[in-house]
């Protein structure tokens, strides 16, 4: 039986400390919300990549279609799309999504140690729920927090939760104290939107201009049916429903 432990925020990440261990990473607004729906939506591949910077060094190389999005704390980068469904759904489809956030493709690319790594989000949680249990029932497994900028949020340890509860009805995982805790915090929330629209992220987005309905979406719990597996030799993530990442 494996262990489910959760790290907090991205900078709690000990990279080597991830080897040999599947790590799921989340951060619900938006960026693994987004890469979930890039990917339900016909994107070739998602590069998550670890600054603006590399995002343009990785699409001078590219030769293949793409389409850059990003944000840099919050911030509309120029010459990029802004990393939303909304945005991203129309011109996605066949094309590589090069994508730079603040804390989530941070996440991302610290976790790569890892022997298998994904992204989730509510919208895929249910799904990932039964590939960890067909695929990595006995093996340790790491939910990480994105958090923002160095600080804990509520939406991404309730997407934590969210994958705790789905992952219990598929099978049995011993819980660290900090999975139960995220799990007890998922069932006593009510509906995700609401817990979206009022946390403290949800709230600075809104007053900054963001369309509450970017974050109806991200709440739809189960939407998609997309396993988001990160290949570390070539740094993409792509649906993966009967794959693991190389060791």
Avoid at 45 to 68: H, L, T, W
Avoid at 237 to 242: A, D, M, P, V, Y
Wanted: glycine share 8%.
């Amino acid at each position: 039986m494996g262990e489910v432990q959760v790290i907090f925020k991205k900078e709690d990440i000990q990279p080597e400390g991830l080897k040999g261990k599947v790590v799921v990473v989340f951060d619900v607004l938006f960026a693994t919300s987004t890469i979930t729906a890039a990917i339900a939506d016909g994107a070739a591949s998602v590069i998550p990549v670890f600054s603006v910077d590399e995002a343009r060094k990785k699409s001078e190389q590219f030769k293949d279609p793409f389409v850059m999005a990003g944000e840099d704390k919050g911030r509309r980068i120029d010459g990029f799309e802004p990393p939303l469904r909304t945005y991203l759904k129309s011109i996605i489809q066949n094309k590589h999504l090069i994508l730079t956030t603040t804390n989530g493709t941070v996440a991302l690319h610290q976790s790569r140690l890892a022997s298998s790594l994904y992204a989730s989000s509510l919208l895929n949680n249910p799904a990932m729920a039964v590939h960890m249990a067909e695929h990595h029932k006995e093996e340790d497994v790491v939910l990480v927090c994105a958090g923002s900028s160095g600080k804990f949020t509520v939406e991404d340890f309730y997407g934590v939760g969210s994958l705790v509860y789905h992952m219990q009805k598929k099978g049995k995982w011993g819980l660290s104290d900090a999975a139960v805790t995220a799990l007890g915090f998922y069932r006593g929330s009510g509906a995700p939107r609401e817990l979206l629209m009022n946390c403290r992220i949800g709230r600075l987005l809104v007053n900054a201009g963001l369309d509450p309905k970017e974050i109806d979406f991200v709440a739809e719990e189960g939407l998609f049916e997309s396993i988001l597996t990160y290949d570390r030799e070539s740094g993409q993530i792509k649906e993966g429903k009967n794959a693991t990442s190389s060791a």
